[in-house]
């Protein structure tokens, strides 16, 4: 049995004319002799009846009700959407059945905002003994006491790559209503094109700097178990695939970008009484640097305010820079590239583009810069690493 994972996410599912083209996107791959996994995701977005933050809004404080019944609410829209798809599928004369996420034994480790643990995959296998699609209800699970559960945002993506990687499928496709990885943000970079090909690992990199096509769990669950990964419009026209590493392109895939950062320097000695500070705060730190007299690291906007009011009562010398923008270039061939460093602080230098700190892994270089600044360095080194493909970077 061949299988494939198709999702359509929620915007792909709010008109019937769009349900329609999703409809025959499972039917191609139905007449090519595979076994079909449609992943559903509720119908639109807030202010759309059905979508999950619509369902949210109809009560008026989330907190006082039981995680148990937000959970009850907050799958209800998959599960309407998993019904209306499957009578789509039903009218062009494909054989489906409906599964809700709990009853496919997609096991999380809570109720709400909950992680996947593990797949079984015998109930979707018994499914197909007698239909040619399985609609599944993404988002969903099963807790540890055997409740519905939820997962966090981006969790329909989840949900297709665990199923894949559970029914070891020939590949996952995520249809959405965006074109494909972009070699950076098109709001602010002018000339951006979709991204062919590209490995898990670079892949994980530009969705935990700030892209927000896929969800970084989704692509570990493919990566981990070698799952052709796809990402596309819902034409099927255009897209990335995801999927081992490769040595296709230039040294830089993708210019992402993450605002309202602080960047906080607390001068003391002691940076291990800062780190733990912090972290029974629960403020998340990101782009760390630690030297004798003083650590440097960026925090979101929103912590702001109470990581003051903590390394106050700590007598914690600090100096808050606020209005930051982290800027990351994304590429496996960077890793050994001689130069990188100096093309980029001289391009951004060269335009009077202030660098405030800087790191770098194998793959991703990080440049911290003020927000004002950020879209203009951006299109500048977009322009220069990927537009125009430079490769002597020691000429920037």
Known sequence: MTIIV??????????????????????????????????????????????????????????????????????????????????????????????????????????????????????????????????????????????????GRGGSDATACAIAAALEAEACQLFTDVEGIMSGDPSVIYNTSIVDRISYDEA??????????????????????KVPLWTGALDGKSGTWITERHQNGGPIQSVTAVNHLVQVIVNSQDCDRVFTRVAQAEISIDLISIQPNEVKFTVDKSDAVKLKEIL??????????????????????????????????SLLTKHDIKIWQTADSHMTFWILTDQHSSAAAQQLLHYFFIESGAEDVSNA
């Open 6 to 151: 198709q999702k359509f996410g929620g915007t792909s599912l709010t008109t019937a004319e769009k349900r329609n083209s999703a409809a025959r996107q499972v039917e191609k791959a139905v007449k090519s002799g595979k076994k079909v996994v449609a992943v559903v995701s509720a119908m639109g977005r807030l202010g759309d009846p059905y979508a999950t933050d619509s369902l949210l809004s109809l009560i008026d404080s989330p907190d006082s009700l039981p995680d148990q019944h937000q959970a009850l609410l907050l799958s209800c829209g998959e599960t309407i959407s998993a019904a209306v798809f499957s009578s789509v599928l039903h009218q062009i004369g494909l054989k489906a059945s409906v599964i809700t996420g709990r009853e496919a034994g997609i096991h999380t480790d809570r109720v709400l905002n909950a992680s996947i643990s593990k797949v079984n995959p015998e109930p979707i296998l018994k499914e197909f003994a007698s239909s040619q699609v399985v609609v599944l209800t993404g988002f969903q699970g099963m807790s540890p006491f055997g409740e519905v559960s939820t997962l």
């Open 204 to 225: 994980c990199h530009i969705a935990y700097q700030g892209a927000k096509v896929i969800h970084p769990k989704a692509i570990e669950w493919a990566r981990s178990n």
């Open 312 to 345: 106050l009562r700590a007598g914690f010398p600090y100096t808050f820079k606020e209005n930051v923008s982290k800027i990351a270039l994304i590429g496996e061939r960077m890793a050994g590239k001689p130069g990188i460093t100096s093309s980029i602080v």
